[in-house]
């Protein structure tokens, strides 16, 4: 299990080597103005931590448009369609799936990308966050053929550009519970994958290129969660870096 402690001797290690550890924070299921969101949206505004949110296409409510007109950073990314699952019960939930035909997936994709880009304009970035960060192989492939540039999962990526044309850029610090309490996953916890991450791309066990992700899900924040959020945004280090969401995904 990690500690602050561990975090900064991590951190001292990439400042001993020149280098500069980079971060960048992912938030998924964003439909509607909610308490919950604005209180992510203070953390971007109050430490300057750049937010990428995973935005909800076919539940998008106007209130949502309207809202993020008013920050700075923050960036919108496209969490599939409605977040609707489609395979049988005794399967794992999955709305990028291998049920349907692959024709019929992406064509809901696609009416998703048209609302995100008509609606976010230049704020929205071409990037796929499959819902429960699942995704078909050929629904994978047909990404590219709908606009779609770089998609993002969770866990440590095995290559950049897994098919030609789309990238990968994944998170690797999940602070919900999800098998447990559905709760805070604790600090601890938390900690350790950020050091185990950070750790992987320094020592050549990760591939050193892609950013440490943070993922969040601000509907289901408890308090705990919150105060951890306000821990890791407050934290300081000279090798720290939170990096602006354009800069995570420099597709070729």
């Not at 230049?122 to 819902?131: G, T």
């Not at 992987?200 to 899900?217: I, V």
């Amino acid at each position: 299990m990690g500690t602050w402690d561990d975090l900064r001797t991590e951190l001292d290690c990439w400042a001993q080597e020149g280098a500069q550890a980079t971060l960048w924070w992912r938030d998924d299921d964003a439909v509607a103005v909610t308490p919950q969101l604005e209180e992510i949206l203070s953390c971007e505004r109050s430490y300057r931590v750049p937010l990428a949110l995973a935005v909800i296409p076919g539940k998008l409510q106007n209130d949502l448009v309207e809202r993020l007109v008013e920050t700075v950073d923050t960036r919108i990314l496209q969490h599939g369609w409605r977040h609707q699952s489609h395979t049988p019960a005794d399967r794992k939930k999955q709305e990028l799936d291998d049920v349907r035909p692959v024709e019929s997936v992406l064509e809901e994709l696609q009416s998703g990308f048209d609302i995100l880009t008509s609606r976010f304009a230049s704020r929205f970035l071409p990037v796929m966050v499959p819902p429960w960060n699942r995704i078909a192989p050929a629904v994978m492939q047909g990404l590219p053929h709908i606009g779609i540039r770089a998609f993002s999962t969770f866990g440590a990526r095995k290559s950049s550009y897994p098919i030609g044309g789309l990238l990968q850029v994944n998170t690797h610090i999940d602070v919900i519970d999800w098998r447990g309490t559905r709760g805070f996953a604790g600090e601890s916890h938390c900690l350790a994958a950020m050091v185990d991450h950070l750790q992987g791309r320094r020592t050549g066990t990760y591939d050193a290129e892609e950013t440490t992700g943070l993922l969040t899900h601000h509907l289901v924040h408890d308090a705990p969660t919150t105060a951890f959020l306000h821990d890791l945004f407050s934290f300081e280090h000279p090798a720290l870096h939170w990096q602006a969401i354009p800069g995570v995904f420099p597709w070729q």
